[in-house]
T-cell receptor, first 115, second 113 residues
Framework: NAGVMQNPRHLVRRRGQEARLRCSPM?????VYWYRQLPEEGLKFMVY????????ESGMPKERFSAEFPKEGPSILRIQQVVRGDSAAYFC?????????????FGPGTRLLVL | DAKTTQPPSMDCAEGRAANLPCNHS???????VYWYRQIHSQGPQYIIH???NNETNEMASLIITEDRKSSTLILPHATLRDTAVYYC??????????????FGKGTHLIIQP
């Protein structure tokens, strides 16, 4: 049973470009969470999605960031017009249950560097 | 949400028990204590959680004080692979009103050979 997959593992973008981060949940998991970890900080919750629905986006910046989890395929976190402050590690987690913290399994993360 | 306080770093000798403290003096009666760890360059990993009774699993033990204002995570026989940042988080069981976890800065545990 493969774990949570994220790709790319490392992504370099210049200011103003778009970044697309992908997350494939564990088999049988229909709940996906995205987190951001700035350097030397803990993870901060961004958004929680179920298939085709955004359930909680209270941690998402109001502009330039969007997320989706289509019926087929991975969940996508999209950052438009990236700025240097977007440089961070982005983790996704999947769960078979809503709001079950102990069953959130994390992926290895995507490290975004904005030049 | 209740907040937690953890020491920024700790050292422990390999083979000894590592005891990681966490203060959560404002915890409410129905909030649980969760522990996660993050090994360098990896995603966080769930370790254990509890409400008021002490808990043990294959990874660790969790000791919660009677007044629930603090807890200790115990790794009974630390190995070099236990070097990681350990996060203590409090919240309602199964997320309750908050589906996403909120991590502080945690304790950087360094296991010395």
């Amino acid at each position: 049973n493969a774990g949570v997959m994220q790709n790319p593992r490392h992504l370099v973008r210049r200011r103003g470009q778009e970044a697309r981060l992908r997350c494939s949940p564990m088999k049988g998991h229909s709940h996906v969470y995205w987190y951001r970890q700035l350097p030397e900080e803990g993870l901060k919750f961004m958004v929680y999605l179920q298939k085709e629905n955004i359930i909680d986006e209270s941690g998402m910046p109001k502009e330039r960031f969007s997320a989706e989890f289509p019926k087929e395929g991975p969940s996508i976190l999209r950052i438009q017009q990236v700025v240097r402050g977007d440089s961070a590690a982005y983790f996704c987690a999947s769960s078979p249950l809503r709001g079950s913290w102990e069953t959130q399994y994390f992926g290895p993360g995507t490290r975004l560097l904005v030049l | 949400d209740a907040k937690t306080t953890q020491p920024p770093s700790m050292d422990c000798a390999e083979g000894r028990a590592a005891n990681l403290p966490c203060n959560h003096s404002t915890i409410s009666g129905n909030e649980y204590v969760y522990w996660y760890r993050q090994i360098h360059s990896q995603g966080p990993q769930y370790i254990i959680h509890g409400l008021k009774n002490n808990e043990t699993n294959e990874m660790a033990s969790l000791i919660i004080t009677e007044d629930r204002k603090s807890s200790t995570l115990i790794l009974p026989h630390a190995t070099l692979r236990d070097t990681a940042v350990y996060y203590c988080i409090v919240g309602l069981h199964s997320g309750g009103g908050a589906d996403g976890l909120t991590f502080g800065k945690g304790t950087h545990l360094i296991i010395q050979p």
